[in-house]
């Protein structure tokens, strides 16, 4: 089951979990279930898909349950209307405390390069006791994001040039780290939730404000990884 976080007659909003697609992909497996059929299944209702997460990505998924509020809520999202925060676990300790990071990206479609910006809070920092690569600890750092724009792997592009990849990045990231987290760990994931939202509800201009669960968050992880330093 879909853990739903909200619904009323015109949206619904999910928990995605990770490696699961949003939408059935053109190279996805016919027999692969994907988020919209599962959650169409439960609520017993045709979906309008309104934006994504990455396949490796968890986190809050926002459906319309009719075409008009989809168009209101990607109307939003085009407008800088919708606001969206993610909590990673990245390599390294930032330099400061919060900062902000403008870096164009290219279109993976059209190879243009289009402006793209990302706020960022260190929310906390740790040091495993474990030799990585060419470092003799391993240094890391649970962080707040929120996407000013919405580029393609925009958090994910964004912090591998920034020299500190998000842990579980297969396509931007450190092997090393990830191979470590998994042979440590026993933990093999992009360590990145989308865990919080804010827009205009569709039919009644209401503001919502929605935060997913902490137990299906980074966070959990990271308490487990803080708590097997301190045992």
Request: charged share 20%; net charge neutral.
């Amino acid at each position: 089951m879909i853990p739903i976080l909200y619904q009323d007659d015109s949206i619904v909003l999910v928990h995605k979990p990770a490696g699961m697609l949003v939408h059935r992909g053109m190279w996805a497996p016919k027999d692969e279930e994907f988020l919209l059929q599962l959650v169409r299944d439960q609520v017993g209702k045709t979906l309008y898909p309104v934006h994504r997460l990455d396949r490796p990505t968890s986190g809050l998924v926002l459906f319309a349950l009719r075409s008009e509020m989809a168009h209101n809520l990607q109307l939003q999202w085009q407008r800088g209307g919708v606001q969206k925060t993610y909590h990673a676990i990245i390599r390294g300790w930032m330099p400061l405390s919060e900062g902000f990071h403008s870096e164009a990206l290219d279109d993976p479609d059209s190879g243009i390069l289009q402006d793209a910006q990302t706020r960022w809070k260190n929310l906390a920092q740790t040091t495993l006791p474990i030799p990585v690569s060419k470092f003799p600890e391993m240094r890391l750092s649970l962080m707040e994001l929120e996407p000013i724009t919405g580029r393609y792997h925009q958090l994910r592009r964004h912090f591998s040039r920034l020299k500190h990849p998000i842990i579980g990045d297969t396509t931007h990231g450190d092997r090393h780290h990830n191979h470590c987290f998994l042979e440590h760990l026993g933990m093999w994931r992009l360590m990145l939730c989308a865990t919080r939202i804010c827009f205009a509800h569709p039919e009644t201009g209401v503001a919502m404000d929605f935060n997913d669960d902490p137990s299906r968050s980074i966070d959990r992880i990271w308490e487990q990884i803080i708590a097997g330093t301190q045992a």
